[in-house]
């Protein structure tokens, strides 16, 4: 295979970096991983602070609402990220071959399209289903806070999606460090916010759940500057298009949608089926409330230490799977993926002792203080510190079968898992009338073993060795 020699447009640009598909395996791997879960955790960070303030200055029915709030949205907007998806799995595969016309090509696109899809359908359609989609999922009393931080969500979280799809696109071209800065950053503005906001420093009003939702959507606002004054100053591999236009390339469009695709629908299954468990855990008699924010901030926030982990390992393994397909390598990327995998099952297994050992300190760190939620939330997290081992494994495979462009057998376990496995258990002792707390929690743990099973026999399988990754002629 020939590899694109740079062109004069590109030679004063950051250049490729060789380590990702040549030398050590394990250096490989821990050089995108170790970036790219700490920008996860940093992100969290922000989450945990926003639950500990809201949870001490408003009430543990706000901490519901955020969660709620933030299942629903991602339930919606998951499927945009099809696109961003796509684009991540192209460019890994062209950044292992050097082509930067295809790189440029495929991410100036994607953000096009991105930012048509936010103004022209999300805005609009997320404020006026928000009510709808709440009463669905929760109570009167976490409808208060939740409906207008919702609301916020789909009006003004522009800044927060095009600062994913930026990460993306330095990660998968073999620069993580980048998002790591832009995290960090990120993150300090968006406390700084959503402290003076929530509580109501100096001049500015108290606004507690809806300063948390201000703080989320304008904190990613220096970043996005910042990287867009990266790309336009050829600092960074990404390089400004040569010509402007705000027209479609529908070429690039289809291969970004035929790869990620599949990917949306992955995550909307996963998040569709996290928030009709939400319907479930409120219709818990007696306990719905309080089963709620057990719920939301075990899962949301505790469990997130591995959840976090596990999506910067999966976009790790799909980083290094993909360049080096690209590069010839394909065995080496597969190798790269298990080393994944190990790293994060040392990581879950760390963090189930803490769920297992210590659950009562650690929700009354984040400002927990109802008995009734911390009973709730002990029982939950003796559940997780099991089914950690199986999310973070499971997601650095599935970031192994994406990065080589296998994104519809992923999609598929996800149905299985997720509505058939998970919703299925819950609907079978809702109908008779045994449904309680016990019951979704192990429903959850069954639902990740079996997703597990599945993607590891798919990798295994090695079908996706021969799918194909090249972007549609024009």
């Given at each position: 295979?020939?590899?694109?020699?740079?062109?004069?447009?590109?030679?004063?640009?950051?250049?490729?970096?060789?380590?990702?598909?040549?030398?050590?395996?394990?250096?490989?791997?821990?050089?995108?991983?170790?970036?790219?879960?700490?920008?996860?955790?940093?992100?969290?960070?922000?989450?945990?602070?926003?639950?500990?303030?809201?949870?001490?200055?408003?009430?543990?029915?706000?901490?519901?609402?955020?969660?709620?709030?933030?299942?629903?949205?991602?339930?919606?907007?998951?499927?945009?990220?099809?696109?961003?998806?796509?684009?991540?799995?192209?460019?890994?595969?062209?950044?292992?071959?050097?082509?930067?016309?295809?790189?440029?090509?495929?991410?100036?696109?994607?953000?096009?399209?991105?930012?048509?899809?936010?103004?022209?359908?999300?805005?609009?359609?997320?404020?006026?289903?928000?009510?709808?989609?709440?009463?669905?999922?929760?109570?009167?009393?976490?409808?208060?806070?939740?409906?207008?931080?919702?609301?916020?969500?789909?009006?003004?979280?522009?800044?927060?999606?095009?600062?994913?799809?930026?990460?993306?696109?330095?990660?998968?071209?073999?620069?993580?460090?980048?998002?790591?800065?832009?995290?960090?950053?990120?993150?300090?503005?968006?406390?700084?916010?959503?402290?003076?906001?929530?509580?109501?420093?100096?001049?500015?009003?108290?606004?507690?759940?809806?300063?948390?939702?201000?703080?989320?959507?304008?904190?990613?606002?220096?970043s996005v500057f910042i990287a867009f004054y990266l790309i336009l100053n050829h600092k960074v591999i990404i390089a400004p298009p040569k010509s402007l236009s705000f027209k479609m390339d529908w070429a690039v469009i289809r291969s970004v949608a035929r790869i990620g695709i599949p990917s949306g629908i992955q995550a909307v299954l996963l998040n569709l089926g996290g928030a009709v468990l939400l319907g479930y855990i409120a219709s818990l008699e007696g306990l719905a409330t309080e089963a709620l924010a057990a719920y939301t901030v075990c899962y949301g926030q505790l469990f997130s230490l591995v959840t976090w982990t596990g999506f910067g390992l999966r976009a790790a393994c799909a980083t290094v799977m993909g360049q080096n397909i690209g590069a010839g390598k394909l065995e080496r990327g597969k190798k790269g993926v298990y080393v994944g995998a190990m790293v994060g099952f040392i990581w879950a297994a760390l963090l189930g002792i803490l769920y297992w050992a210590i659950p009562g300190h650690l929700l009354r760190f984040i400002s927990v203080t109802d008995e009734t939620v911390i009973e709730i939330g002990t029982e939950l997290l003796h559940f997780l510190s099991f089914s950690g081992l199986f999310v973070v494994v499971t997601l650095a495979f599935t970031g192994g079968l994406q990065g080589a462009g296998d994104t519809k057998r992923p999609m598929v376990i996800a149905f299985i898992t997720q509505i058939i496995v998970l919703l299925g258990i819950c609907a079978f002792f809702q109908q008779r009338g045994e449904l309680t707390t016990t019951v979704i929690w192990s429903s959850i743990l069954v639902a990740h073993l079996s997703r597990l099973t599945l993607t590891y026999a798919m990798f295994v399988q090695g079908k996706w060795k021969h799918i194909k990754v090249e972007l549609d002629h024009t």
């Amino acid at each position: 295979m020939r590899v694109p020699q740079p062109s004069d447009y590109y030679s004063c640009m950051k250049q490729f970096d060789d380590d990702i598909i040549s030398g050590s395996i394990l250096k490989s791997v821990w050089k995108i991983t170790w970036p790219v879960v700490i920008t996860q955790l940093v992100a969290g960070v922000h989450g945990f602070l926003d639950h500990m303030m809201v949870g001490r200055y408003v009430g543990y029915e706000a901490q519901a609402a955020i969660g709620v709030s933030w299942q629903l949205f991602l339930v919606i907007l998951v499927f945009l990220s099809s696109f961003f998806h796509g684009m991540n799995i192209l460019m890994a595969r062209y950044s292992g071959r050097r082509d930067h016309d295809a790189i440029n090509r495929v991410f100036f696109e994607v953000l096009k399209i991105s930012v048509y899809l936010l103004l022209l359908f999300v805005a609009p359609v997320g404020y006026f289903a928000a009510p709808y989609l709440l009463q669905w999922v929760t109570t009167d009393e976490v409808m208060v806070y939740a409906l207008p931080y919702l609301r916020l969500l789909f009006t003004g979280a522009y800044p927060l999606f095009i600062m994913f799809l930026l990460n993306g696109a330095f990660q998968s071209t073999g620069y993580p460090k980048i998002p790591l800065y832009f995290g960090i950053g990120t993150t300090i503005f968006k406390i700084i916010v959503s402290f003076i906001l929530i509580t109501g420093v100096g001049p500015f009003p108290e606004m507690g759940v809806l300063g948390a939702g201000i703080g989320t959507c304008i904190g990613p606002l220096p970043s996005v500057f910042i990287a867009f004054y990266l790309i336009l100053n050829h600092k960074v591999i990404i390089a400004p298009p040569k010509s402007l236009s705000f027209k479609m390339d529908w070429a690039v469009i289809r291969s970004v949608a035929r790869i990620g695709i599949p990917s949306g629908i992955q995550a909307v299954l996963l998040n569709l089926g996290g928030a009709v468990l939400l319907g479930y855990i409120a219709s818990l008699e007696g306990l719905a409330t309080e089963a709620l924010a057990a719920y939301t901030v075990c899962y949301g926030q505790l469990f997130s230490l591995v959840t976090w982990t596990g999506f910067g390992l999966r976009a790790a393994c799909a980083t290094v799977m993909g360049q080096n397909i690209g590069a010839g390598k394909l065995e080496r990327g597969k190798k790269g993926v298990y080393v994944g995998a190990m790293v994060g099952f040392i990581w879950a297994a760390l963090l189930g002792i803490l769920y297992w050992a210590i659950p009562g300190h650690l929700l009354r760190f984040i400002s927990v203080t109802d008995e009734t939620v911390i009973e709730i939330g002990t029982e939950l997290l003796h559940f997780l510190s099991f089914s950690g081992l199986f999310v973070v494994v499971t997601l650095a495979f599935t970031g192994g079968l994406q990065g080589a462009g296998d994104t519809k057998r992923p999609m598929v376990i996800a149905f299985i898992t997720q509505i058939i496995v998970l919703l299925g258990i819950c609907a079978f002792f809702q109908q008779r009338g045994e449904l309680t707390t016990t019951v979704i929690w192990s429903s959850i743990l069954v639902a990740h073993l079996s997703r597990l099973t599945l993607t590891y026999a798919m990798f295994v399988q090695g079908k996706w060795k021969h799918i194909k990754v090249e972007l549609d002629h024009t």
